[in-house]
């Protein structure tokens, strides 16, 4: 479902990836692991097509990336890949609802529609009596269940995660991990997540081990 290719970066003379080639499968979680400066969130970046690789070739459900415009590149990626960042990013002037009905709003989603698809996420994530809530008014944890919602509004087919339980304490920490299992079973999810959280790593169907901008082990990179 997600073909990466030889893919390369440097920023400047860094060269941060260094030929990555890699698969997933349809409703597969993957966790991405390794040291700081591994090239971790870059390959999340490219793969998730908020950045651009020197070289290569990034295709997400039968679609080459690069051989779309600026314009068809940002709808494809509202309707297809969901993101979930390590601090929520959410609106604060928004409710928890209005939150997670915004990138359906982008897409072009009916108000009755987006709104009904944001509910029936609320009621999944256990949050329904905090839907008219602000976001400083809900517990780390709440907040980040919001977002992992907002990522799923428009039915992706993929969500990518950089370090999502980074900034949660234990209890809240497992409750995530076991979330993204949930939808997995619900939806037929697949994830992307970088993390450095051993424990969710060790949960997930596959681990990908980067080091010094190269899969560890190259037979991980396969689906």
């Keep these: 479902m997600i073909k990466l290719r030889n893919i390369t970066k440097s920023f400047g003379t860094l060269q941060v ?6 698969d997933i499968s ?7 692991v390794g040291p700081s400066g591994a090239g971790k969130t870059t390959l999340l970046q490219i793969m998730g097509t ?26 494809f990626r509202n309707q297809k890949i969901g993101f979930v960042f390590q601090f929520h990013q959410l609106l604060p002037e928004f409710t928890a609802l209005e939150n997670i009905m915004i990138p ?19 009621a999944f994530m256990g949050l329904s009596e905090r839907a008219d809530h ?3 008014e809900l517990s780390g944890g709440e907040k980040q269940r919001v ?15 950089d370090e999502p339980s980074g900034s949660l304490d234990s209890k809240n920490k497992e409750e995530l991990h076991q979330l993204f299992f949930d939808l997995r079973e619900k939806y037929g999810q697949t994830f992307v997540i970088v993390t450095h959280d051993e424990g969710l790593a060790s949960l997930t169907d596959r681990t990908i081990h980067m080091r010094d901008g190269q899969i560890d082990n190259p037979e ?4």
Excluded: C, H, Y
Aim: hydrophobic share 40%; proline share 2%; aromatic share 2%.
């Design 17 to 22: 990836l260094k030929g990555i080639d890699l």
């Design 26 to 32: 349809q409703g597969e979680i993957v966790s991405i």
């Design 50 to 75: 908020l950045d651009k690789a020197d070289t290569g070739s990034v295709e997400i459900d039968g679609v080459d990336t690069s051989s779309l415009s600026q314009k068809r590149l940002s709808r």
């Design 104 to 122: 359906a709003f982008i897409g072009g989603m009916g108000k009755k529609e987006a709104r009904a698809r944001a509910l029936e996420l609320l």
């Design 134 to 136: 602000k976001p400083n």
């Design 147 to 161: 977002a992992v919602a907002r990522a799923l509004v428009n039915n992706p087919a993929v969500v990518m995660a």
């Design 220 to 223: 991980q990179s396969e689906g």
